[in-house]
């Protein structure tokens, strides 16, 4: 969430950032200054009654010392009446830190200046375009064809067993899947992120840790009996492993990865745009998350793109990489890159990764710090990206590289299926 010193020094220019989103915020931020603010006075004034309070009480036993009875039986009544005030005080407080937390969990991180504005993805920058898409015949189909044609994956046994979005995957639409998990993460341990096995249901602190609660509750598995949430990327348990923790300046940048199964209800969603493996109720994905010094989290932005964009390449996939506009713009984040691959049996782009930076807006949720070099305790800044999410990569892989007689596998690939071609 946002800090609330850096809305009392920049105010009007989170406001003006936060337009970009097409939110007008200034009222609610005027009304979290006002809430700190009765905050402080309640604060500074229970602390002079607790001052007082002990004053008083130090009088009282200096009397009983001297002998002086009655009139530390006098001043009984005053402490009393002090501990009551400082209640009430102590209540207030609260209440307005209370408040003041329910109305910062509402609004958005402020965009970066990169951002433009826009209302939905079509005011999406294209910031880069890659790879070559083939030209295929009359003969080419979309994966959801390849995969019943090939026996790779069964869409009509998931619905029996589960639902709509919960794909069995078969024979050797289940060698690539592992093989793909393995290949991205051996991709990551390469690039200096150590891999880690978290696990898959998350409490509430965690989900409000990392901004997916309470902005995308409706969107989660809840397992109400136990108050825990399915997770939809692994950043939350990832993320959440630092949360109330002061790491340490010379540790930068902390770099992390990790596979796991991926849950989101999708609600609402419906049409063509569902077909397949276009969008699942569950999937796999390989997350990278970084937590940065905020003096270089955009160089590490970069470079986490850059490492997406080596995987993309390696899979030999046509691609583009999108600056969000402040409409398309991620609840959390500032400043969001995604890479898209191109489905050339559906004639269209599938976002298969989203790479962020959220500067301090989840640390300050998660008490996330460091000492700088001077000693001063610090918000650190936090980065995200998928690395990749699997179904949009297969769709691909099978639309992309499908022929006449078959579907080829990537070179770079191959040493983790164990199989050069699928037919």
């Not at 009392?8 to 989103?21: D, P, Q, S, V, Y």
């Not at 001297?66 to 009139?71: L, V, Y």
């Not at 997770?231 to 990832?238: D, G, H, Q, S």
């Not at 989203?354 to 000693?375: A, I």
Request: aromatic share 8%; charged share 30%.
């Amino acid at each position: 969430m946002l800090e609330v010193k850096n809305i009392e020094l920049n105010k009007e220019t989170i406001a003006e950032a936060l337009k970009k989103r097409n939110v007008n915020a200034s009222d609610d931020l005027d009304k979290i200054l006002s809430l700190n603010e009765a905050r402080k006075k309640a604060q500074i004034a229970m602390e002079e009654k607790q001052s007082d309070s002990n004053s008083i009480a130090k009088q009282i036993g200096d009397l009983f010392k001297q002998g002086k009875r009655e009139e530390a039986e006098a001043l009984k009544e005053r402490p009393a009446l002090l501990k009551e005030e400082i209640s009430e005080l102590k209540e207030a407080m609260q209440k307005a830190e209370e408040e003041m937390r329910e109305l910062l969990y509402t609004i958005p991180n402020a965009p970066h200046e990169l951002v433009p504005p826009g209302v939905n993805e079509e005011d999406n920058e294209v910031v880069l375009e890659e790879g070559t898409i083939p030209a295929l015949g009359e003969w080419a189909k979309p994966h959801w064809e390849l995969a019943k044609d090939y026996n790779l994956i069964d869409f009509e046994l998931g619905v029996k067993i589960s639902g709509a979005g919960f794909p069995v995957y078969v024979g050797k639409g289940a060698q690539l899947q592992r093989a793909l998990i393995n290949f991205f993460l051996s991709e990551a341990r390469e690039a200096g992120y150590t891999e880690l096995q978290v696990p898959h249901l998350v409490n509430e602190a965690s989900g409000y840790g990392t901004g997916q609660l309470p902005d995308k509750e409706g969107q989660m598995y809840h397992v109400t009996s136990d108050d825990l949430y399915l997770i939809p990327t692994a950043e939350v348990p990832i993320t959440n492993l630092y949360r109330d923790v002061i790491v340490k300046l010379e540790d930068f940048p902390i770099k992390r990865c990790g596979y796991t199964p991926c849950f989101r209800r999708e609600a609402g969603s419906y049409g063509k745009d569902v077909r397949g493996l276009n969008r699942l109720h569950q999937f796999d994905k390989v997350e990278i998350v970084e937590i940065a010094d905020p003096r270089s989290s955009y160089e590490n932005l970069d470079r986490m793109v850059e490492h997406v964009k080596g995987l993309l390449n390696k899979l030999e996939l046509p691609y583009r990489v999108l600056r969000l506009c402040g409409g398309d713009l991620g609840f959390t984040s500032c400043l969001t890159y995604d890479l898209e691959v191109y489905s050339t049996a559906q004639s269209r782009w599938l976002e298969c990764s989203s790479v962020s930076n959220f500067e301090t807006f989840q640390s300050n949720r998660l008490k996330l710090r460091f000492k700088d070099d001077n000693g001063k305790t610090q918000l650190a800044h936090t980065l995200n990206g998928s690395a990749l999410a699997l179904p949009r990569i297969v769709a691909a892989l099978l639309e992309n590289h499908q022929n006449e007689n078959g579907i080829n596998i990537p070179v770079a690939l191959r040493p983790f299926t164990g199989f050069d071609k699928i037919q």
